[in-house]
């Protein structure tokens, strides 16, 4: 005899509607996100390959992050170098081809004959004007003009922190205090009244040390340069690439070339080191000149020791722009290592992606096919049930 339908098999149904709707709602939802589940414990044995390959990729974005900051601070470092270069070289070629003769003064030539000789003399011991001519006037302009801007250069910014300052880099690294003005004013004045010699003076500007016998040297801290930079305390800046490399990418401003540069570019500015000849305004000499030139007795000596101090200046300023090509290959140097470094950790990531794919991700066809076969297999189990539902024994009969 045929049976009509009893409680087990209702039940039987209802359990495999259940499983059909948690099958369904299972691959609706990879379909949806492109993952296999939604949590690591969904993964079961997989779930440590996938944990180790994330914390891989996380270490190796870290490393990517340090190597896209370390560039960042280390263009701004080649585009001040680039710029020092540029704009110093125009100052160069003005001094490289400023004339060595005349007194670049304007004025009537102050003439002296010694009384206690019978000869009639025309020493030239001054000018009545302490006036400069266009040809030096340029030189102090583009000077005072490069100081300035070489100040900022050698206080980009990245952020809030300072790329010439080394490892102290929220301190700024220079600063105009004055005091490298006024020393500067000192020198040329002791320069020019024979206190030091023109060769003591050239000395005081290029040595940097003042314990090393010369009292005079510009040191760093006199120059404007931080208290770190000065004392040389500050130390390098590193970039991490990976769990066992550091490149080291430091550049200072108190470095030669920098150093250099900044001190040239004081002494030529300097208000006080023009004029070449003593000035003599009522053209009567010997008297106190009005004001005081180059060191000497009469022009041929005042221009001589004032064209020895110009073509020094004029080689700190060559040798520098030259010098800092040194810095230059240091800092591109460690860019190309870093650049080889990112790029083998962009393999490193995109081999770990491929692992965290093969174990979290869904093939979505393969899904859309079987979200199809339950959605079909899910329908019919309604129409079964309902089918089912309607059946009684009168029907039956």
Same mark, same amino acid.
């Given at each position: 005899?045929?049976?009509?339908?009893?409680?087990?098999?209702?039940?039987?149904?209802?359990?495999?509607?259940? =499983?059909?709707?948690?099958?369904? +709602?299972?691959?609706?939802? &990879?379909?949806? @996100?492109?993952?296999? #589940?939604?949590?690591? /414990?969904?993964?079961?044995?997989?779930?440590?390959?996938?944990?180790?390959?994330?914390?891989?990729?996380?270490?190796?974005?870290?490393?990517?992050?340090?190597?896209?900051?370390?560039?960042?601070?280390?263009?701004?470092?080649?585009?001040?170098?680039?710029?020092?270069?540029?704009?110093?070289?125009?100052?160069?070629?003005?001094?490289?081809?400023?004339?060595?003769?005349?007194?670049?003064?304007?004025?009537?030539?102050?003439?002296?004959?010694?009384?206690?000789?019978?000869?009639?003399?025309?020493?030239?011991?001054?000018?009545?004007?302490?006036?400069?001519?266009?040809?030096?006037?340029?030189?102090?302009?583009?000077?005072?003009?490069?100081?300035?801007?070489?100040?900022?250069?050698?206080?980009?910014?990245?952020?809030? =922190?300072?790329?010439?300052?080394? +490892?102290?880099?929220?301190? &700024?690294?220079? @600063?105009?205090?004055? #005091?490298?003005?006024? /020393?500067?004013?000192?020198?040329?004045?002791?320069?020019?009244?024979?206190?030091?010699?023109?060769?003591?003076?050239?000395?005081?500007?290029?040595?940097?040390?003042?314990?090393?016998?010369?009292?005079?040297?510009?040191?760093?801290?006199?120059?404007?340069?931080?208290?770190?930079?000065?004392?040389?305390?500050?130390?390098?800046?590193?970039?991490?690439?990976?769990?066992?490399?550091?490149?080291?990418?430091?550049?200072?401003?108190?470095?030669?070339?920098?150093?250099?540069?900044?001190?040239?570019?004081?002494?030529?500015?300097?208000?006080?080191?023009?004029?070449?000849?003593?000035?003599?305004?009522?053209?009567?000499?010997?008297?106190?000149?009005?004001?005081?030139?180059?060191?000497?007795?009469?022009?041929?000596?005042?221009?001589?020791?004032?064209?020895?101090?110009?073509?020094?200046?004029?080689?700190?300023?060559?040798?520098?722009?030259?010098?800092?090509?040194?810095?230059?290959?240091?800092?591109?140097?460690?860019?190309?290592?870093?650049?080889?470094?990112?790029?083998?950790?962009?393999?490193?990531?995109?081999?770990?992606?491929?692992?965290?794919?093969?174990?979290?991700?869904?093939?979505?066809?393969?899904?859309?096919?079987?979200?199809?076969?339950?959605?079909?297999?899910?329908?019919?189990?309604?129409?079964?049930?309902?089918?089912?539902?309607?059946?009684?024994?009168?029907?039956?009969?």
């Amino acid at each position: 005899m045929t049976g009509v339908s009893t409680l087990g098999q209702a039940l039987r149904q209802i359990d495999n509607i259940n =499983r059909q709707k948690t099958q369904f +709602s299972e691959l609706s939802v &990879q379909m949806a @996100t492109g993952k296999k #589940t939604g949590s690591f /414990a969904g993964l079961k044995s997989t779930a440590l390959t996938s944990l180790r390959a994330r914390e891989g990729v996380e270490s190796i974005d870290t490393y990517l992050n340090n190597i896209l900051k370390a560039d960042i601070r280390i263009n701004l470092m080649l585009k001040t170098i680039e710029e020092t270069q540029a704009q110093n070289s125009n100052l160069a070629e003005l001094l490289v081809d400023f004339p060595r003769q005349g007194p670049h003064q304007e004025g009537d030539d102050v003439i002296y004959d010694d009384p206690a000789t019978p000869e009639i003399e025309t020493t030239i011991v001054g000018k009545t004007s302490s006036t400069v001519d266009n040809d030096l006037q340029a030189i102090q302009d583009q000077s005072d003009s490069l100081y300035t801007f070489m100040l900022d250069l050698l206080n980009t910014q990245d952020g809030d =922190r300072y790329v010439f300052a080394g +490892s102290d880099g929220r301190t &700024q690294p220079i @600063t105009n205090s004055g #005091t490298l003005d006024a /020393a500067v004013s000192t020198l040329i004045t002791e320069w020019k009244n024979g206190t030091i010699t023109t060769d003591e003076f050239i000395d005081d500007i290029r040595g940097r040390d003042a314990l090393s016998g010369n009292p005079n040297a510009l040191s760093d801290t006199v120059i404007g340069y931080s208290s770190s930079l000065s004392s040389g305390n500050t130390g390098d800046v590193f970039v991490r690439v990976d769990d066992t490399k550091e490149l080291k990418y430091t550049a200072l401003a108190n470095e030669d070339p920098f150093r250099n540069i900044i001190v040239a570019l004081s002494v030529l500015k300097n208000e006080n080191l023009p004029p070449i000849l003593d000035v003599y305004e009522d053209g009567v000499y010997p008297g106190i000149p009005d004001a005081q030139g180059a060191p000497g007795v009469d022009k041929s000596e005042m221009t001589d020791n004032f064209y020895q101090l110009v073509n020094e200046l004029t080689q700190m300023v060559v040798e520098s722009i030259d010098d800092v090509d040194q810095i230059r290959f240091r800092l591109e140097t460690t860019r190309a290592q870093m650049n080889e470094s990112q790029e083998k950790q962009v393999v490193k990531k995109n081999l770990l992606q491929t692992t965290i794919a093969d174990v979290e991700d869904v093939d979505v066809n393969e899904v859309a096919v079987k979200l199809q076969a339950v959605s079909t297999q899910l329908e019919t189990s309604y129409q079964v049930t309902a089918i089912t539902s309607q059946l009684s024994l009168i029907n039956f009969l």
